[in-house]
């Protein structure tokens, strides 16, 4: 069993050359802090905007896609009148669950139902304002109680201004409160 996470980055055409080349080394930098904590973890960016990821361990799918986008949320770009949506949204996702039919990193292949539901979906989306974070499984009932789940908690990630989002992204690192304000 697999969760795959499929992510766009909102607005992102909006965001300077700078800030797109220092947005993608930051995601870089986050996955490769994943690889430490979560050692079964792969995630890419690919399409200039979008992201995939892929684990095992199905119990932390949320808690990376959140902190995915608040990390994202929390990235300081240069404000024109075109990244409002960047800024409130941060990023779509949609985390999908079920099995893989091939896993190649050396080949750059994620091929399988958990990779399919959470792309599908992510395009199922559509405009921000009608929801960013989508969980889907293909068992129906339990996937209606975690879209339930994923509608609630994008209602609550999205009123986050940059410097809550920064903190929510600390606070699901596990750093204590002394050391958040510190920083």
Sequence with gaps: MYAA????????????????????QRISDLFRLFKTLYPDFWGRQIKGDYIECL????????????LIKSC??????TENKHT????MYGVRMAIGVGDMRIVDR???????????????????????????????IEN??????????GTLTNALINNCTKRQS????????????????KK
């Design 140 to 149: 129906e009932r339990l996937s209606a109680s975690l879209k339930t789940v």
């Design 106 to 136: 050396e080949q750059g292949i994620m091929d399988g139902e958990a990779i399919y539901l959470s792309g599908r979906n992510l395009e199922k989306l559509g405009t921000p304002n009608k929801g960013t974070l989508l969980i889907v």
């Design 72 to 77: 994202i949320k929390s990235f300081d770009v």
């Design 55 to 66: 684990t095992t361990d199905v119990s932390k799918a949320l808690r990376i896609a959140l």
């Design 166 to 181: 920064e903190v929510v992204y600390y606070k699901l690192l596990s750093m204590k409160e002394v050391d958040i304000a």
């Design 84 to 87: 409002k949506g960047f800024q």
């Design 5 to 24: 996470i499929s992510a766009d980055i909102v607005s992102s055409t909006a965001i300077s050359k700078e800030d797109t080349i220092r947005l993608k």
